[in-house]
């Protein structure tokens, strides 16, 4: 019998990207005290404003909107799962410049630390847990993107070989 253990679940993990529109409220505020405090030109603060309050309302729209894609797919039972071998996993480079895949049960998933995404995305070179052959356990959900259909990974679980030779010493 195959022991797994979950390194990651979303309705564990949350909103995590949550500091993408975070980073653009304190850029609201930065620009606010430089109107204010007339630390630039009016122009170059208000140029910075709009920016700000465009970046803030396009990344909370996107991450967010995808967080609660995943939660509704969650909540409605539109999840789909596979179980299997990790087959033809391709590691991202340490620099990152590729996506970092692996395919298990006919399903291929692509992932990368530098993609922005509610799901799993931690690659093998920045201490993720996915390698060839080892056995798996993924729960996904399928989110239309502006470009293409992307399996995001909202539960992973890997063999916990550890745990296993515990319950076969019993």
Not at 146 to 170: G, H, S, T, Y
């Amino acid at each position: 019998m195959t022991v797994y253990k979950t390194v990651f679940d979303v309705t564990e993990a949350g909103w995590q990207t949550w500091p993408m529109p975070a980073l653009g409220l304190s850029m609201i505020a930065a620009g606010f005290f430089l109107l204010l405090k007339k630390k630039a030109s009016s122009r170059l603060a208000v140029a910075f404003l709009c920016f700000a309050f465009l970046w803030t309302g396009l990344t909370g729209w996107f991450t967010y909107g995808e967080y609660h894609a995943v939660r509704l797919a969650i909540a409605e039972g539109r999840t789909k799962f596979t179980e299997g071998i990790v087959e033809r996993f391709t590691p991202m480079p340490k620099s990152g410049h590729a996506l970092e895949s692996f395919c298990i049960g006919g399903r291929c998933f692509t992932y990368s630390d530098f993609v922005v995404t509610t799901g799993f995305n931690n690659a093998a070179s920045h201490g993720g847990p996915m390698k060839n052959g080892m056995k798996a356990r993924v729960t996904y959900v399928g989110i239309d993107h502006a470009v293409k259909l992307r399996n995001v990974i909202i539960k992973l679980e890997i063999e916990d070989k550890d745990k296993k030779e515990k319950e076969d010493k019993k």
